[in-house]
Antibody, heavy 117, light 107 residues
Framework: VQLVESGGGVVQPGRSLRLSCAAS????????IHWVRQAPGKGLEWVAV????????YYSDSVKGRFTISRDNSKNTLYLQMNSLRAEDTAVYYC???????????WGQGTLVTVSS | DIQMTQSPSTLSASVGDRVTITCRAS??????LAWYQQKPGKAPKLLIY???SLEIGVPSRFSGSASGTEFTLTITSLQPDDFATYYC?????????FGQGTKVEIK
């Protein structure tokens, strides 16, 4: 199982960024996938989840209305579209595989997003 | 949203010590709780799921238990590789939430 995030970088407040997560080594379209983030020196914060078939999506209150999670099962890829970025969105963003809606069993290595002018 | 209150925030211990970390949920989550270990610069690693089930490959010195809305992670004999930060996470309902973390330091 491999999850490889990309798309991070430095972005100005109010701008947008799209993260990607390329999955391999498992049947991607059979698993719910999450985004979890971690601000520098802080704890883990759950961001969003998308069902295996894209039919359901849930978000944390802190990103609802600004971030959109999506997936392309034909490309084994997960996305996170981040709009109206704020300084407090600065974090390492991890994509992570959900097993039986009871735990996260695999994580990517993370991609750093820095929101700064 | 369900709040997860984890304690202590920092714990100083020696190799061979028995270590206990507690996580309390703000409402009933049944046994939908997981524990993760994270080392600096690395992604978290799953240790325990459904409150007390040991993930494959995780040493048996790690164990989890539950009593109502209080959950405990125990390390029976702390090893050098165990110095890390530990997080609980509820998987009962969305939004999933993590505890604040417990850093286990060398005494």
């Amino acid at each position: 199982v491999q999850l490889v995030e990309s798309g991070g970088g430095v972005v100005q407040p109010g701008r947008s960024l799209r993260l990607s997560c390329a999955a391999s080594g498992f049947t991607f379209n059979s698993f719910n996938i999450h985004w979890v983030r971690q601000a520098p020196g802080k704890g883990l914060e759950w961001v969003a989840v998308i069902w295996y078939d894209g039919s359901n999506k849930y978000y944390s209150d802190s990103v609802k209305g600004r971030f959109t999670i999506s997936r392309d099962n034909s490309k084994n890829t997960l996305y996170l579209q981040m709009n109206s970025l704020r300084a407090e969105d600065t974090a390492v963003y991890y994509c992570a595989r959900d097993l039986s809606s009871s735990r996260i069993d695999y994580w990517g290595q993370g991609t750093l997003v820095t929101v700064s002018s | 949203d369900i709040q997860m209150t984890q304690s202590p925030s920092t714990l100083s211990a020696s190799v061979g010590d028995r270590v206990t970390i507690t996580c309390r949920a703000s409402q009933s989550i049944s046994n939908w709780l997981a524990w993760y270990q994270q080392k600096p610069g690395k992604a978290p690693k799953l240790l325990i799921y459904k409150a007390s089930s040991l993930e494959i490959g995780v040493p048996s010195r790690f164990s989890g238990s539950a009593s109502g809305t209080e959950f405990t992670l125990t390390i029976t004999s702390l090893q050098p590789d165990d110095f890390a930060t530990y997080y609980c996470q509820q998987c009962d309902s969305y939004p999933w939430t993590f505890g604040q973390g417990t850093k286990v330091e060398i005494k």
